[in-house]
């Protein structure tokens, strides 16, 4: 999953904290809370700890003892007219299915399905991260243009502390100096050492067009814009990571209802619907995930000094493609398992 906390950037930057490593070590840290912010939840679900979920089927086991009460009245009198036919043998598949679902330990074997989904799509997704393209897997050239502008707004942070000093002096030797310049120059190369260290340290490559400090010795005016903008694409970017995985434990925790639905004597099944949100939000991970990608990696192997490019990419961009790609997935899903179920109805035990 790509996730970017780039407001732990600034938060520690407003506190005080320059140093570009735990910058860095602060935006990961808060990227691994969001991806395991739900891991609780869905241990819960599929336990059957979760109260929601555990409601929600109560309700749904309390209508399904209903619809099948009705709909065994006429199961029945179609087997005193024609026994044992193929026809009444396949209208007990479903029923007998919701009963199973609902039944055994409170809905659990409907949320391991659920959560089979879930991990299915994230499976896929890490898959799609894995691509390489460039020389350099997805997953590596956001994690490497991530960290390059971090340490870049670094660079612009400190440097904030360097415009304090005056433009001109004496060294011990009594030569004119330029204090500015020197701190620049030493900030500079500080944070530039620290992000080779840090790259070495979880194995990522370096690449000469990643990003130049030199390049951003005189853009410290425009430091607070950047900053103002990378807290609000970082924030959108964030919602949209936290929007989709409250999607999926959503998806799961209304299973029972359209499962139960589905007893109803529609020309659809509600639960077809159901099968089809999980396509989509697979889509929509992915989709995600490779727009990201392919930005970053395109940052990497050209030159590229603007630090808002890939925040804009991920913030607002890439999650428009990806839901209208995951929208339209999933409507095509559900129409071709309507038409597949018309299809398959009826042939069931021929």
């Known amino acids: 999953m790509v996730i970017n906390a780039t407001s732990f950037l600034y938060f520690l930057a407003a506190t005080g904290d320059t140093n570009a490593e735990d910058i860095v070590e602060g935006a990961i840290n808060g990227s691994r809370m969001v991806v395991s912010s739900f891991s609780q939840d869905w241990q819960d679900l599929v336990n ?25 009245i006429s199961w029945y009198s179609r087997l005193t007219q024609e026994g044992f036919s193929n026809e009444v043998l396949n209208e007990m598949v479903y029923p007998l299915l919701v009963c199973l679902m609902l039944t055994v330990n409170n809905g659990q074997l409907l949320a391991v399905t659920s959560l089979m989904f879930r991990n299915t799509a994230i499976n896929l997704n890490d898959k799609v991260l894995s691509i390489t393209r460039d020389g350099i897997t997805l997953r590596d050239a956001i994690r490497t243009t991530n960290m390059d502008q971090a340490f870049a707004l670094s660079v612009q ?39 080779q260290e840090y790259k070495e340290k979880y194995g990522l490559s370096s690449y000469s067009n990643s990003w130049n400090p030199f390049d951003l010795a005189g853009q410290t005016i425009n430091s607070m814009v950047q900053a103002l903008s990378w807290i609000i694409f970082s924030g959108l970017q964030a919602a949209f990571q936290y929007v989709v995985q409250v999607s999926f434990l959503l998806n799961a925790y209304v299973a029972p209802i359209f499962l139960v639905l589905s007893l109803f004597p529609f020309g659809g099944k509600p639960i077809y619907a159901w099968v089809s949100g999980w396509l989509a939000l697979t889509l929509v991970l992915m989709s995600h995930s490779i727009v990201c990608g392919i930005a970053a990696s395109s940052i990497v192997n050209a030159d590229s000094n603007n630090p808002l490019f890939l925040q804009l990419v991920e913030a607002i961009l890439s999650p428009i493609l990806a839901l209208a790609m995951g929208a339209g997935g999933g409507m095509a899903a559900f129409s071709c398992f ?13």
Not at 53 to 69: E, H, I
Not at 167 to 184: L, M, V, W
Not at 338 to 350: N, Q, T
């Open 48 to 72: 059957g700890q979760s109260e929601i979920y555990k409601a929600v089927v109560a309700v749904s086991a309390l209508c399904g003892v209903l619809f099948v009460s009705f709909w065994s």
């Open 157 to 195: 942070a400190q440097m904030q502390e360097c415009l304090k000093k005056p433009t001109s002096g004496q060294d011990e030797q009594g030569n004119s100096i330029n204090p500015q310049e020197i701190c620049k120059q030493e900030k500079i190369k500080q944070v530039k050492e620290q992000a």
């Open 338 to 350: 309507s038409s597949s179920a018309r299809l398959i109805s009826g042939r069931v035990f021929r």
